[in-house]
């Protein structure tokens, strides 16, 4: 980890990581992953990268689970570290677009469910869009025309995933269910010392 005062890059504010072990994400996440190496470097280079790994997150990554059973949060979020590490050197800018790729690779398997309602329907149901992917966590959503607004609770993120991967995810849901011009914020974050995460999506 790189590391100034606590707070890093990729997992964000460290004391606030309690979350990783304690919450289960659905194992169809990790498969996104692999696609999104194979994707973007070719399967040579994700075969190289899976034989770096230790023993445990090898057969994570290698694995293709029954989609709707549940792992620990920590085993996708070391992956991801991983693929960050190895494939983008570390780049902010680069884990700002992993963030949001893999958000619309995990879509895939509810785009058509997606597709049956708007943004309006999806986006006041947060909690139960976020109760899809994660065993914990709660989201409070109030949407007023074309504006969603949306605060995190009973839930601990690292820095990327809910920086770009839920922002990505959020801009995706909302354009699979017919948005345009959609724009998201995250405009108060725990990681930068706000009291909850909040997100707003603008579209038209
Ligand atoms: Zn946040």
């Not at 979350?19 to 194992?27: F, S, T």
């Not at 190289?48 to 792992?71: D, I, N, Q, V």
């Amino acid at each position: 980890m790189t590391q100034s005062s606590g707070v890093d890059l990729f997992w964000g504010a460290l004391e606030k990581l309690s979350d990783l072990d304690r919450v289960r994400c659905k194992a169809n996440l990790l498969s996104t992953r692999r696609r999104y190496v194979i994707q973007r470097w070719g399967k040579d280079a994700s075969e190289h990268f899976s034989a770096s790994l230790p023993e445990g997150l090898r057969r994570s990554y290698e694995s293709t689970p029954m989609p709707f059973t549940w792992l620990p949060m920590r085993r996708l979020c070391d992956i991801d570290y991983a693929i960050w590490q190895r494939f983008m050197n570390g780049s902010v800018d680069e884990m700002r677009g992993f963030g949001s790729a893999v958000a619309s690779l995990d879509l895939d398997m509810y785009r058509a469910f997606f597709r049956i309602g708007t943004p309006e329907f999806f986006l006041s149901r947060g909690g139960a869009v976020l109760r899809l992917y994660f065993s914990e966590g709660a989201i409070t959503s109030v949407v007023e025309g074309r504006v969603g607004r949306h605060v995190l609770k009973d839930i601990v993120f690292p820095a990327y995933m809910c920086r770009d991967g839920i922002s990505g995810y959020v801009d995706c849901v909302t354009r699979a269910s017919g948005g345009r011009e959609v724009r998201v914020a995250h405009p108060t974050c725990v990681h930068r010392g706000d009291a909850e995460c909040t997100y707003e999506v603008r579209w038209s």
